[in-house]
């Protein structure tokens, strides 16, 4: 059975760094795009980044774009999120999502994921 496991959330100040790992069990990051999206409370939920299966292909949302970093880990089987030079509205829960795929693919949008994690609590105040 596939599933991945957010870790890594927490409180950090303006301007510090927070780094997000999604462990995958049941399968190798190698045959999956994984992507990360938030939801902050009253807001809609939005893409942050994804990455393809080999990590030929990243995307970014405009408002991380040169603060956060996307990678993948294929000896530990963990996908990461560096967040850098955070700020209160990267506040949020923080989802990794998986697809498997056979293509240099990824996606910023909710639905083309198969699978979904639990989420890890991000949050960004002084």
């Known amino acids: 059975q596939l599933q991945f496991v957010e870790s890594g959330g927490g409180l950090v100040q303006p301007g510090g760094s927070l780094r997000l790992s999604c462990l995958a069990y049941g399968i190798t990051l190698d045959s999956i795009a994984i992507g990360w999206f938030r939801q902050a409370p009253g807001k809609e939920r939005e893409g942050v980044a994804c990455?393809?299966?080999?990590?030929?292909?990243?995307e970014y949302a405009d408002a991380v774009q040169g603060r956060f970093m996307i990678s993948k880990d294929l000896a530990s089987n963990k996908a990461f999120l560096q967040m850098n030079s955070v700020r209160p509205e990267d506040t949020g829960v923080y989802y990794c999502?998986?697809?498997?795929?056979?293509?240099?693919?990824?996606?910023?949008?909710?639905?083309?994921?198969?699978?979904w994690g639990q989420g890890t609590q991000v949050t960004v105040s002084s």
């Open positions: 990455i393809s299966r080999s990590g030929e292909t990243t």
């Open positions: 999502v998986a697809r498997r795929s056979h293509t240099e693919m990824c996606a910023m949008s909710w639905d083309w994921y198969d699978y």
